[in-house]
């Protein structure tokens, strides 16, 4: 199995920034996509964004988030900008040994999630 460890989360107002930091284990991290999500309180899980051999975003964080990895540290970040109260939920690092999806129920590794509050 895969063992994945977010950092980063924490409360910021409005138009801040925050970087998350995800580790994995194994030696295999290059072949694995990568992924982050979001719950939100009484939401269900989305996706946020994704990485693999391209990046992906959902729509609405396209523009201020950042998804990029490091394959020697086997690490993967979140640089999110401009923030808004709506981004205020848990956020999970996941990882699955194949391409990206958007479904959370495919990916098959899950970090214990790091929480990201926004005020306005």
């Known amino acids: 199995q895969v063992q994945l460890v977010e950092s980063g989360g924490g409360l910021v107002q409005a138009g801040g920034s925050l970087r998350l930091s995800c580790t994995a284990s194994g030696r295999t991290f290059s072949s694995y996509a990568m992924g982050w999500f979001r719950q939100g309180p009484g939401k269900e899980r989305e996706s946020v964004a994704a990485?693999?051999?391209?990046?992906y975003y959902a729509d609405s964080v396209k523009g201020r988030f950042t998804i990029s990895r490091d394959n020697a540290k086997n690490a993967v970040y979140l640089q999110m900008t401009s923030l808004k109260p709506e981004d205020t939920a848990v956020y999970y690092c996941a990882a699955r040994p194949y391409s990206v999806s958007s479904d959370s129920g495919a990916w098959d590794y899950w970090g214990q999630g790091t929480q990201v509050t926004v005020s306005s």
């Open positions: 990485i693999k051999w391209s990046t």
